[in-house]
T-cell receptor, first 109, second 115 residues
Framework: GQNIDQPTEMTATEGAIVQINCTYQTSGFNGLFWYQQHAGEAPTFLSYNVLDGLEEKGRFSSFLSRSKGYSYLLLKELQMKDSASYLCAVRDSNYQLIWGAGTKLIIKP | IAGITQAPTSQILAAGRRMTLRCTQDMRHNAMYWYRQDLGLGLRLIHYSNTAGTTGKGEVPDGYSVSRANTDDFPLTLASAVPSQTSVYFC??????????????FGEGSRLTVL
């Protein structure tokens, strides 16, 4: 079956750096997405990776290794507003999006 | 309206009742989707539409139906609600279909409780 694994919950300190990992086993690969979802709100797009390597966008970066079935989202200079769930999603060979259950990130002062 | 609007935002429903969740977008996106989100699970696709006049089944379509009469509207209907359909429902759209690289834009969600 197809599977996306992310840690359920992580805690980090304001101003620090945190890395949220995502491993996947899917039928083919046509891109990986990261979304942010604040509690009670809609998911919002953060990043898209289709080739190996690092994509940087301000304080957020996303890395992909297709050979390892692995991605991470790196958040730098953490702010309290970064407290949210982070969703990893992979598009498989049928172009279906497979979603992970999300990682709840708690930021402490 | 800016983006995607869903209604109602919250609803408590008796089992066996019929319910339609409304979704309207003003971005002229071709593709629209309905997902459900349950605690501990990833978003699961219920139905989708790549363009007005066409619809397709997602991962968990049973008990749900959709229509796409025009570009803007994509209602989701529960013909006879059951408690297992208690969930948060998100409507989303993108400017490309499932095989495109476009990001998804989500509505604020409809929290449905079936008793």
């Amino acid at each position: 079956g197809q599977n996306i694994d992310q840690p359920t919950e992580m805690t980090a300190t304001e101003g620090a750096i945190v890395q949220i990992n995502c491993t996947y086993q899917t039928s083919g690969f046509n891109g990986l997405f990261w979304y942010q979802q604040h509690a009670g709100e809609a998911p919002t797009f953060l990043s898209y990776n289709v080739l190996d390597g690092l994509e940087e966008k301000g304080r957020f970066s996303s890395f992909l290794s297709r050979s390892k079935g692995y991605s991470y989202l790196l958040l730098k200079e953490l702010q309290m507003k970064d407290s949210a769930s982070y969703l990893c999603a992979v598009r498989d060979s049928n172009y279906q999006l497979i979603w992970g259950a999300g990682t709840k990130l708690i930021i402490k002062p | 309206i800016a983006g995607i609007t869903q209604a109602p935002t919250s609803q408590i429903l008796a089992a066996g009742r019929r319910m339609t969740l409304r979704c309207t977008q003003d971005m002229r996106h071709n593709a629209m989707y309905w997902y459900r989100q349950d605690l501990g699970l990833g978003l699961r696709l219920i139905h989708y539409s790549n363009t007005a006049g066409t619809t397709g089944k997602g991962e968990v379509p049973d008990g749900y139906s959709v229509s796409r009469a025009n570009t803007d509207d994509f209602p989701l209907t529960l013909a006879s609600a059951v408690p297992s359909q208690t969930s948060v429902y998100f409507c989303a759209s993108s400017d490309s279909g499932l095989d495109g690289a476009g990001e998804l834009f989500f509505g604020e969600g409809s929290r449905l409780t079936v008793l």
